[in-house]
T-cell receptor, first 116, second 111 residues
Framework: AQTVTQSQPEMSVQEAETVTLSCTYD???????LFWYKQPPSRQMILVIR??????QNATENRFSVNFQKAAKSFSLKISDSQLGDAAMYFC?????????????FGKGTHLIIQP | DAGVIQSPRHEVTEMGQEVTLRCKPI?????LFWYRQTMMRGLELLIY????????DSGMPEDRFSAKMPNASFSTLKIQPSEPRDSAVYFC?????????FGPGTRLTVT
């Protein structure tokens, strides 16, 4: 079974600085998808960024980027120029390809605190 | 552009009562997922449907839980009878391809 591990229960960063959230996963599959979701206090799950395992190029979405190391099974999220609105729980998730018809396996989450 | 809609947003019920959670997926999406979030266990997949057909219900914790998807625009998750340990946030998500879009969740409290 696939597992996703987020080893940092909580992280704190000063506003405008950069923070990196860690995620490792275990799988025997060669093709899969990885995601980072954000859950603010409103509890809404919001997609931040996604990465296809067959793509070597790291995904980037504005201030959010990933460092995908397939051999090491590592998928970290870097947030640049941190803003107060970035404060939330961040979940790393894994999914095998299947046209959408497969569930996500989530890590336990990292609580990100932004210090003003 | 409406996202995934869930109702109710909050539900408080007494142990032993039947609880029904509802979900309307994004129009055009062909897969629907039910997840449960608790402090102890995190986010867990309960069941998912593809083209209204249940594909995998191995995550459903007990026979007290059941889910249906009578058509492409509606799904229910029912707990009967409810127990205090069922207290959690229940999310519905839908997808067309690989990305899943989540509803706002239903916070269930069983006293």
């Amino acid at each position: 079974a696939q597992t996703v591990t987020q080893s940092q229960p909580e992280m704190s960063v000063q506003e405008a600085e950069t923070v990196t959230l860690s995620c490792t996963y275990d799988t025997s599959e060669s093709d899969y998808y990885l995601f980072w979701y954000k859950q603010p206090p409103s509890r809404q799950m919001i997609l931040v960024i996604r990465q296809e395992a067959y793509k070597q190029q790291n995904a980037t979405e504005n201030r959010f980027s990933v460092n995908f190391q397939k051999a090491a099974k590592s998928f970290s999220l870097k947030i640049s120029d941190s803003q107060l609105g970035d404060a939330a729980m961040y979940f790393c998730a894994y999914k095998i390809p299947g046209g959408g018809a497969d569930g996500l396996t989530f890590g336990k989450g990292t609580h990100l605190i932004i210090q003003p | 552009d409406a996202g995934v809609i869930q109702s109710p947003r909050h539900e408080v019920t007494e142990m032993g009562q039947e609880v029904t959670l509802r979900c309307k997926p994004i129009s055009g999406h062909n897969s629907l997922f039910w997840y449960r979030q608790t402090m102890m266990r995190g986010l867990e997949l309960l069941i998912y449907f593809n083209n209204n057909v249940p594909i995998d219900d191995s995550g459903m914790p007990e026979d007290r839980f059941s889910a249906k998807m009578p058509n492409a625009s509606f799904s229910t998750l029912k707990i009967q009878p409810s127990e205090p340990r069922d207290s959690a946030v229940y999310f519905c998500a839908s997808s067309l391809m690989e990305v899943q879009y989540f509803g706002p969740g239903t916070r269930l409290t069983v006293t």
